[in-house]
């Protein structure tokens, strides 16, 4: 069965650091390329990063850009994103999806986390 | 940055036929991809590339592309068909490629 599982996330104070990961399994996870998506309470989806099948291109979306940064190890089937000078509208839940052509046709089930003092 | 809107909210008896609008700069030209997210749950992708189906995603689901407006159609919509619907593209020639519309909550009367 093809699935993605994340982690990582929590309650965190501003200003301060997360690592979120995404764990693969049913696919060959080096062969797509990967987003993280996140949605805060109430509203709609945003693209947060992606990275392609072999870490080569690497984009973010311009609210974490400089504080977010994408990963993966092939090997071990997993995607990470390090998350540092967490703010309070970064609050959302974490989905990490497969990239399908244009399209993302396999999410998570997702991370919350709640930035707050 | 590129934009996609669509309205906040349909309403549809079951049984009829609801479609969802996704409105976008020469969006025919780009390849719209829909997910339906339930409430509390992961979104599912239920078309792709304007029109294709995934396995398992009920024949239901259409969708077509052209101009300034992509379509999501739900026909003989079902009370399990209430749910958010977002569209997304991809603008390769961006370095922030992957872009959400707006969502549309689709309520069943």
Redesign the interface.
């Known amino acids: 069965e093809v699935q993605l599982v994340e982690s990582g996330g929590g309650l965190v104070q501003p200003g301060g650091s997360l690592r979120l990961s995404c764990a693969a399994s049913g696919f060959i996870f080096s062969s797509h390329s990967m987003?993280w998506?996140r949605q805060a309470p109430g509203k709609?989806?945003?693209?947060v990063s992606?990275i392609s099948s072999s870490s080569t291109a690497i984009?973010y979306?311009?609210s974490v850009k400089g504080r977010f940064t994408i990963s993966r190890d092939n090997a071990k089937h997993s995607l990470d994103l390090q998350m540092n000078s967490l703010r309070a509208e970064d609050t959302a839940v974490y989905?990490c999806?497969r990239v399908?052509?244009?399209?993302?046709?396999?999410?998570?089930?997702?991370t919350s986390v709640t930035v707050s003092s | 940055s590129y934009v996609l809107t669509q309205p906040p909210s349909v309403s549809v008896a079951p049984g009829k036929t609801a479609r969802i609008t996704c409105g976008g700069n020469n969006i025919g030209s780009k390849s719209v991809h829909w997910h339906q997210q339930k409430p509390g749950q992961a979104p599912v992708l239920v078309i792709y590339y304007d029109s294709d189906r995934p396995s398992g995603i009920p024949e239901r689901f259409s969708g077509s592309n052209s101009g300034n407006t992509a379509t999501l159609t739900i026909s003989r919509v079902e009370a399990g068909d209430e749910a958010d619907y977002y569209c997304q593209v991809w603008d390769s020639s961006s370095d922030h490629p992957y872009v959400f519309g707006t969502g549309t909550k689709v309520t069943v009367l």
């Open positions: 987003n998506v709609g989806l945003e693209w992606y984009y979306a311009d989905y999806a399908h052509g244009g399209s993302m046709d396999v999410w998570g089930k997702g």
